[in-house]
Every structure is written in C-alpha cells, then in structure tokens.
C-alpha cells in the first residue's frame, strides 16, 4: 500500500471523504485549506486523510476514511501514522483531531495511537449539521477533541 499526497488537479475521492463527513460544504472547504492524501492499493484509493493548519505549529488531522470493504484491516492505523509523521516532518509542534462521541472505533483507534482527550465541544454536530447523525446506535452530537505533541520532550 502506497500512501500519498493527492496531486492538483487530481479527481477528490468525495464518495471517500463523504464517509467520514456528510457534509458536502464542510469537506470542500477544509480540502481547499489542508492538504489531502490518499491510501492507494493496486491502483484503487482505500483511504484518505486531511492535514489543515489551524494555528502557528498546530495542525488538525481531518476526515481520516477508508473504504467499507478494507474496514478492520488496520488501514486507519497506517492513515494516522503516516500523518503524524508527515506533520512532524513539516515542523509542526502539535497535532489535533475531532471525532462524533458516537464514534467508538475512531475514538480508540485515536488513543491507539498516542491521542489524549483534551475536550468536549458540546453539541457541535447539532449546530452545524442539518441532518441528525447516528453511529453505533448513537445519536452523535458532540465533538470529542484530542491533541497529540509531535516533538520529544526529552529534547
């Protein structure tokens, strides 16, 4: 599996990033912001992910997807990763991520990987969403935020 940024001009996997946020508006607008990058397997995208700068040395890990038949099979660990790694490479200090308090898989795969919860954002899915959300049975309403430092503290 090869992961990689999505060139100009290249088509938006949209059914992709869809999957992950169902808003149509909001994907645009962060994709114009960050920057996008693609899972691929034999020749077929899998995954996707958005890196989009919010504050000097801060950067927010966005719309991290896969595709429902590769689901379970490790590839959002491999999204994740890669993005870390990449934000430590641009010099950022910090790295964000939010996800719906129904999300259960995301909210251990985010901890799985070094996130900690630093805050709620409550009702963020009821007041910027038109349609209710439910995942895992959950009606999903707020935002679940979590931080990771990217630099050793050792240093």
């Given at each position: 599996m090869d992961i990689r940024k999505l ?22 607008e962060y994709v114009n912001r960050g ?7 034999e020749q077929q995208i899998v995954g ?108």
């Open positions: 060139n100009k001009g290249e088509k938006l996997p949209i059914e992709l990033l869809l999957l992950a946020d169902p808003s149509i508006e909001i994907v645009e920057e996008c990058f693609v899972a691929e397997s996707v992910y958005v890196l989009l700068p919010t504050r000097p040395k801060t950067v927010e890990l966005v719309n991290v997807a896969v595709i429902e038949k590769k689901q379970a099979r490790g590839i959002g660990k491999l999204l994740v990763m890669h993005a870390l790694k990449i934000a430590k490479t641009k010099g950022y200090k910090t790295i964000e991520i939010g996800t719906g308090n129904s999300g259960i898989g995301q909210l251990a795969l985010y901890q799985k990987c070094g996130f900690r919860i630093i805050g709620v954002d409550r009702d963020f899915f009821v007041k910027h969403y038109h349609e209710e959300i439910v995942e895992n049975g959950i009606p999903c309403k707020d935002m679940i935020r979590l931080s990771q430092d990217l630099v050793d503290e050792k240093k």
